[in-house]
């Protein structure tokens, strides 16, 4: 099939995502290896956003297919009230792989899915019913994940599920609670303690977070502030959720994000990385505190393709990739090398506003004047932003751009070389909205 049949054929039969299907001009991909995308008119596309932030070990990896092949030809599917080798192989894995005392697992078919359960699951232990989360978060788009969700991806689908909190980020849009890491987590977490106040700790079952915040801005939380935010929740029975669907899995240089502030939430949530999305799944895993409560009391969840053996392979086999190829440790020293390019661009180009990173989770934001001012507004956009993303898409590099800033999260796997391309692109790109700078 060509790639305007093909193009056309998925606008009049397919619904996109997030978008006016009218609007949509997709990228015709016919084939993916390694680090790359290939469409149907032959163009040679970087993947400098691992898709969705998820396919963590590069695409095509020889070893999953054939361990889902072997699945296969061995158990497709069976009710999720079975017991098969896979699942008990995987649970032990990621037991295993874990840090502290989440030994308990239960297997969904992606991140949101993942987050319902967690709700579920607080709330059944607590009987507690709010919940806490944060402005500058993205948790799914089903109907409750959609409330916990602060940006405005939420606004169309309120009202939603009753009884979330939200509540602003050690960092802010438009202000900063300090100057200092330490300022930031004081104040934060100052203002926290008097919301759960307002609310009645005791109607808190528990707090949401994004362990390193994602397509929000790549916000990894300033010092100190995971473990006093430990200890406060802890404080009044409130359970600490991370999300680590988009940060897990060794993206940001550790295993779980969570593990660079010293913490064990009570419950993690995990997907994207997990299968590295060859195949949907997710997880929700439980410290024994909580796990043990559900062995005596029903946990009122379920799914037709909870533990499905297919997926479950293809998560085994790809932990075994980010293990063995040290990936979450590639992860961590590609990092320096991405720093050292953001660096470079940010001292070139005059509408670099700032860059950051965290292992191979990067990001890099622009500005339309020298004081500062973000090129595009909060949910806005500018045409230096629309010229840049264009002029990535004819150069071959694919990435997700949003507002002012656009994502730098390529496969673990890339090598120095690839990266440097993706920079080199980037670089040339940047003279676009350097034009647009004013003063």
């Not at 006016?20 to 163009?43: E, F, M």
């Not at 009230?81 to 037991?95: D, N, S, Y």
């Not at 700790?201 to 502030?225: C, D, H, W």
Request: glycine share 10%; charged share 20%; with cysteine.
């Amino acid at each position: 099939m060509d790639a305007q049949t093909m193009i056309e054929l998925c606008k009049k039969h397919t619904l996109y995502a997030w978008s006016a299907n009218d609007t949509v001009d997709p990228l015709a991909v016919v084939r993916a290896d390694g680090c790359y995308l290939y469409t149907a008119d032959g163009q040679k596309v970087l993947d400098f956003n691992s898709q969705l932030m998820s396919v963590n070990i590069g695409h095509g990896h020889p070893k999953v297919i054939e361990a889902i092949k072997r699945q296969l030809d061995e158990l497709i599917f069976v009710y999720p009230g079975t017991a098969t080798a896979v699942r008990a192989r995987v649970g032990q894995k990621l037991a295993q792989l874990t840090p502290g005392d989440i030994n308990t697992f239960f297997f969904t078919l992606g991140g949101a899915e993942a987050n319902e359960n967690a709700i579920k699951a607080a709330r059944l232990y607590t009987g507690r019913s709010k919940i806490l989360s944060r402005y500058r978060s993205y948790h799914g788009a089903t109907n409750a994940t959609m409330q916990l969700t602060g940006d405005p991806r939420r606004w169309p689908s309120e009202p939603g599920m009753p009884g979330v909190i939200r509540v602003m980020d050690p960092q802010p849009y438009t202000f900063s609670f300090g100057e200092s890491e330490e300022e930031k987590t004081r104040n934060n977490l100052t203002y926290l303690e008097e919301v759960i106040q307002y609310e009645g700790p005791q109607n808190i079952a528990a707090m949401f977070l994004e362990s390193v915040t994602g397509t929000n801005g790549i916000l990894a939380p300033p010092k100190g502030y995971l473990q006093g935010l430990r200890k406060l929740l802890d404080k009044y029975g409130i359970l600490m959720i991370c999300d680590e669907v988009m940060a897990g899995m060794g993206r940001t240089g550790k295993m779980y994000a969570f593990e660079h502030g010293d913490i064990i939430p009570d419950i993690v949530t995990m997907a994207k990385g997990l299968t590295a999305s060859y195949l949907p799944l997710g997880a929700m895993g439980l410290r024994d505190h909580v796990a043990d409560h559900f062995r005596k009391n029903v946990f009122w969840g379920g799914l037709t393709y909870n533990s499905h053996p297919v997926a479950l392979a293809c998560a085994e086999a790809v932990l075994d990739v980010v293990v063995e190829e040290k990936l979450v440790e590639r992860s961590a020293s590609m990092g320096k090398l991405m720093r050292s390019e953001m660096e470079r661009l940010q001292a070139k180009h005059r509408s670099v506003l700032t860059t950051r990173n965290i292992g191979l989770f990067g990001i890099v934001e622009t500005q339309k004047d020298t004081k500062g001012t973000p090129m595009a507004p909060y949910n806005g956009s500018h045409p230096a932003m629309a010229e840049l993303g264009k002029f990535f898409r004819q150069n071959g590099l694919f990435t997700f751009q949003r507002w002012n800033n656009f994502m730098c999260n390529p496969p673990l796997t890339i090598s120095e070389a690839e990266l440097r391309e993706g920079f080199e692109i980037i670089d040339r790109g940047l003279e676009i909205t350097d034009r647009y700078v004013e003063g």
